[in-house]
């Protein structure tokens, strides 16, 4: 450590040992005057006894900054000089080991943002999710670690663990600045937010508990910095200017630090709203202090020297009576007893959550570990390959390196040359790596599901990056070097010398042990693509299960206009129509919730059939108009469709009726005809099932391709309402969204178009993980494949030439040619199956970390390993026929005179 | 230079120089000198070979530097013992001392017969 800062303090240690040096010189010579030499020879003599004060000088040098240092300069430049020489070679080294780096960097880059990377808050680990394990029973609006918004006050209570907790639930607002609204991301919080992530403000103040009293007393916001810089030019007079949310006026009191982009990765807010100021930002939602509506993500921050376990258990007393308390609410007396027990079993969870809170990270983790999996097995091939490459280099250096060595130049010398040779490749690969690395980092966000919401993904090369690319680099000249300079110092001196130059054996039994494992690696990412091709052509072929060509959805929401819920549907009745009577059209309808959007809404049902009971899971539900089935295409295979009846309220002589899909009929009639039987909406004893079952729908994809599920549809009208449009029409889409667009500038031109897609694009958007997943390995496993060819076929030549006198001698005793090609394939055969027999238990053990990626497919499925095995086996073969053709080819005579 | 006068022996100017330095502090020169007079012209050392030792033993955190005033007035390089420098001139003694005992061992060994 202290030669490497000798490195930096050079110029500093130089000066002071030539003061040091002049002092010994100056005292010496008036020594010498003062005994009476002239001064001229004094000088001479004093000189003569230091020995010069250059070498001195050198020497103090070596002291300082060790030879082993020194040389590993001159062993670089050495090593350059050679590669130089040497461009095709170097080019292959230097490229599959700047592939193999700048896939594992690019990887890295994105799971560091993703999952890694804590909040750039104060003291970030020390920032808990609070979560309830169990039922809630609640309504829920929002996906994943949901709970009340009392709760969060009730936590905030708990002095004695907390510093501070607060909650905060992602939305989409109307946001109109200046000019048109806009749809933004904004993310309610409670007035704790700030205080407690530790943000400070660049500008105005920030929300304070003043903030969090009574619901719409508070209509006040913060804006992101960016939003702040982007969409307002940085106006420094920013403060109390007032902007519309959703029509209502809210004034701006601040702008939050430059650095902080909320606490979820996947959704980046433009502004902050307070939480009391719900009903504002969530049309129709008036709940916020009902203990039975789950809609926003609690965090706390834990006091200094409090741990999570102690915490977590030390708030479950609270918890327990907080449950006890609820159970006698009124709004529970009516559950059935066993409801209430699973109710009563519920406990606090907490997690620690440095990184905040994220869909994105929830949904995104599992496949970049598996992709990163997947690009280390690729990087340890290049690196084997490498090895590999260094190891035939080797050998023919072989006369070179025997020479050194007789010379004097020590074994660890050799090997250290060596491993300069591989450091200095690992390097320059890095250096290639790091340059590919953004260009793929933004190739693999283009994968990545996205909505309104910005994400924070960046590809840029940040200093985290270089130290790891750097780091892997390192890594990878030394693995890549150390089989090289292992072989260099086993060698015999005395066997290496006096063998002809070439016909060395040096390293063969490495070479092969190396050739092995590549084999092995290849197999695992060959039979990872295999199953991620078969999933995701699996899940293509499936298809949503209905037509989904000539298909477009768009949506509105009148409501976040300011619209008031009766003239919102007047006004979304009256863009149906012109939408029905547009020339484009076919056919249309409404929903209520988009499909494959990997959300739905979710609900128990009580069902009266013969008897009463309760749907053991949650059931789909969606709301939509008449003629929504036949606009996918999907068949009605009992009972009718909704009518214009349907829609009527109760007492204009509608009736409530449902639909629900064949899965339903099957989990819960056992096939038997539903038709005519009742079901209510919810669990409790309470539930009146008064809705009648008119019809039986053959099963779609509502949430996404892969799944399955039990769905019942009403009937959008006085109960529900809806503002997804799905069209299919003639002609193009081109076509057809401008017939859209026309429509709706007509029915309001400040109305903006939350989102318009075909169906086609929409279940693509659904399937980009797998497609990603399928991409990417597919990729790998090629590039495994080649390399290894590759490899395999340097291995086999390299035996062939090696052998080239054996197998003459064989032929001139009479062996056959094609028992010659057996020699050089038994040899590969052997190393192939060696690999194979490695690679097996790894998928078998790799297997539970994708298992929940794959669909219809098993991760140990025959089927694809034996293709994959296939593959590789006929490809393996096929590199090594070559060097075996070229040994049956062997002219015994010049084998032999060669000699 | 007097032919009686014999080169310090390889690997010995190390705990010279440690033996010295435990005395008091002093600069290369001085040290240098001293060697000489302690040893009463005996040993000669090789001044050049002196500053690479004084750094290594620097190197290896057996010795301190300071830079301070001189006798002359002028500032000098001054090295002394650290804690460690200390512990390893004990050790060299020892071993010194175990290793003059044995040779001495051997030429009595040889004059008895």
């Known amino acids: ?899 | 230079m007097s032919s009686s006068r014999f080169p310090v022996p390889q690997g010995t100017l190390d705990m010279l120089i440690l033996q010295i330095l435990s005395l008091e502090p002093a600069h290369g020169y001085g040290i240098a000198q001293r060697l000489e007079q302690i040893s009463k012209s005996v040993v000669q050392v090789n001044q050049g070979s002196l500053y690479p030792a004084l750094h290594r033993l620097e190197q290896k955190g057996w010795l301190k530097t300071d830079w301070k005033q001189s006798e002359t007035g002028r500032e000098a390089k001054f090295y002394s013992l650290t804690r460690s420098g200390q512990n390893q001139l004990r050790v060299e003694r020892h071993g010194w001392a175990r290793l003059t005992g044995a040779v001495q061992l051997i030429f009595d060994e040889g004059s008895a017969q």
């Open chain 1, 1 to 899: 450590m202290n030669r490497i800062l000798n490195w930096l303090r050079l110029r500093k240690l130089e000066s002071e040992l030539d003061r040091e040096l002049k002092y010994h010189i100056d005292r010496r010579v008036s020594d010498l005057i003062r005994s009476g030499l002239p001064e001229f020879e004094a000088r001479r003599r004093a000189a003569l006894e230091l020995g010069g004060v250059t070498q001195v000088r050198e020497e103090v040098r070596d002291i300082w900054l060790t030879r082993w240092l020194r040389d590993f300069v001159y062993d670089l430049r050495f090593s350059a000089r050679a590669f130089l020489r040497n461009p095709s070679f170097t080019a292959t080294a230097v490229l599959s080991l700047a592939l193999g780096i700048g896939a594992t960097t690019a990887l890295y880059s994105l799971i560091d943002q993703v999952v890694l990377r804590p909040l750039p808050v104060d003291h970030p680990e020390r920032l808990v999710l609070i979560d309830w394990i169990g039922s809630q029973m609640a309504e829920t609006l929002g996906t994943d670690n949901l709970m009340s918004y009392p709760i969060c006050r009730d936590l905030q209570q708990q002095k004695e663990f907390f510093d501070g907790v607060f909650c905060r639930a992602a939305t989409t607002i109307n946001l109109s600045t200046s000019g048109e609204p806009r749809l933004t991301a904004a993310e309610l919080v409670s007035g704790t937010y700030f205080s407690v992530l530790g943000v400070s403000p660049a500008l105005g103040r920030l929300f304070t508990i003043d903030d969090d009293q009574a619901p719409g007393s508070s209509p006040v916001v913060v804006l992101s910095y960016d939003f702040w810089k982007n969409q307002f030019e940085s106006a420094q007079d920013i403060v109390g200017r007032k902007v519309l949310v959703n029509q209502h006026a809210m004034t701006v009191v601040g702008v939050a630090e430059p650095t902080f982009h909320g606490i979820d990765v996947g959704e980046v807010p433009s502004l902050w709203i307070p939480a009391v100021m719900s009903a504002e930002a969530i049309p129709g939602f008036n709940t916020m202090l009902d203990r039975r509506t789950r809609w926003v993500q609690i965090l706390g921050r834990l006091k200094q020297n409090v741990s999570l376990a102690r915490t977590q258990t030390g708030l479950q007393p609270w918890f327990k009576a907080m449950l006890d308390e609820d159970t006698r609410r009124t709004d529970f007396s009516r559950v059935s007893a066993e409801r209430r027990r699973q109710f009563l079993a519920s406990t606090l969870g907490l997690t620690a959550a440095p990184q905040g809170h994220s869909i994105l990270r929830h949904s995104l983790s599992r496949p970049l570990w598996v992709l990163f999996v997947a690009t280390a097995v690729l990087l340890a091939l290049a690196c084997l390959n490498v090895a590999g490459l260094l190891l035939a280099r080797g050998s023919a250096r072989h006369r070179e390196l025997s020479t050194r060595l007789a010379l004097g130049a020590s074994r660890g010398r050799i090997g250290r040359q060596l491993l300069a040779d591989s450091v200095l490749l690992a390097f320059a690969g890095g250096l290639l790596g790091v340059v590919i690395a953004p260009v793929a980092v933004r190739a693999l966000i283009a994968f990545l599901p996205r909505n309104t919401a910005a994400t924070d993904l960046e590809a840029n090369v940040d200093t985290r990056l270089l130290l790891f690319a750097f780091l892997v680099s390192m890594a990878t000249g030394f693995l890549a070097g150390a089989a090289p300079a292992l072989q260099a110092r086993r060698e015999s001196l005395v066997s290496s010398l006096r063998e002809r130059a070439g016909t060395a054996f040096g390293g063969l039994s490495l070479r092969r042990a190396i050739m092995t494992a590549q084999i092995a690696f290849t197999l695992i990412l060959v039979i990872a693509a295999g199953l991620f091709v078969r999933t995701l052509s699996g899940l293509l072929a499936k298809g949503p299960g209905f037509d989904t060509s000539s298909l477009i959805s768009f949506g509105i929401s009148p409501k976040r206009n300011g619209y008031s819920p009766a003239d919102a549907n007047r006004l979304i009745r009256r863009i149906h129509e012109e939408i029905r009577r547009s020339a484009s059209t076919q056919i249309s309808a409404i929903a209520n919730f988009q499909l494959l959007l990997g959300g739905a809404w979710n609900n128990p049902l009580t069902i009266q059939g013969t008897e009463r009971f309760t749907t053991d899971r949650d059931v789909h539900l969606n709301a939509v108009t008449p003629g929504f089935f036949a606009t996918l295409g999907t068949r009605i295979v009992g009972g009718r469709d909704f009518d214009e009846h349907d829609s009527l309220p109760l007492n204009e002589g509608g009736q409530r009726v449902v639909i629900v899909n064949e899965a339903f009929v099957k989990r819960y009639f056992g096939g038997r005809n539903p038709l005519g039987a009742h079901v209510g909406m919810g669990s409790g004893l309470d539930v009146k099932p008064d809705t009648e079952i008119i019809g039986v729908v053959e099963d779609f994809s509502y949430r996404s391709v892969r799944e399955r599920w039990e769905q019942a549809y009403f009937p959008i009208g006085a109960a529900y309402s809806g503002s997804n449009f799905y069209v299919r029409f003639r002609g193009t889409p081109e076509s057809a969204y401008a017939a859209m667009r026309s429509v709706l500038r007509n029915a309001d031109p400040t109305l903006p178009i939350a989102y318009s897609r075909t169906l086609d694009e929409q279940v693509n958007r659904s399937l980009n993980t797998e497609r990603m997943l399928a991409a990417l390995s597919s990729s790998f496993g090629t590039l495994a494949l080649l390399l290894s060819l590759v490899g395999l076929y340097g291995v086999m030549s390299f035996v062939v030439t090696q052998r080239t006198r054996e197998i003459g001698i064989r032929l001139a005793l009479g062996a056959t040619r094609l028992s010659t090609i057996w020699l050089v394939l038994r040899d590969a055969l052997v190393m192939i199956s060696a690999g194979t027999a490695i690679a097996l238990p790894c998928v078998w053990a790799l297997g539970r970390l994708v298992e929940s990626q794959l669909y219809d497919v098993k991760p140990t499925d025959p089927v694809t390993i034996l293709m994959a095995t296939l593959i590789l086996c006929s490809t393996a073969l096929c590199a090594a026929l070559i060097p075996a053709h070229r040994a049956s080819a062997v002219n015994p005579n010049n084998a032999l005179r060669s000699e």
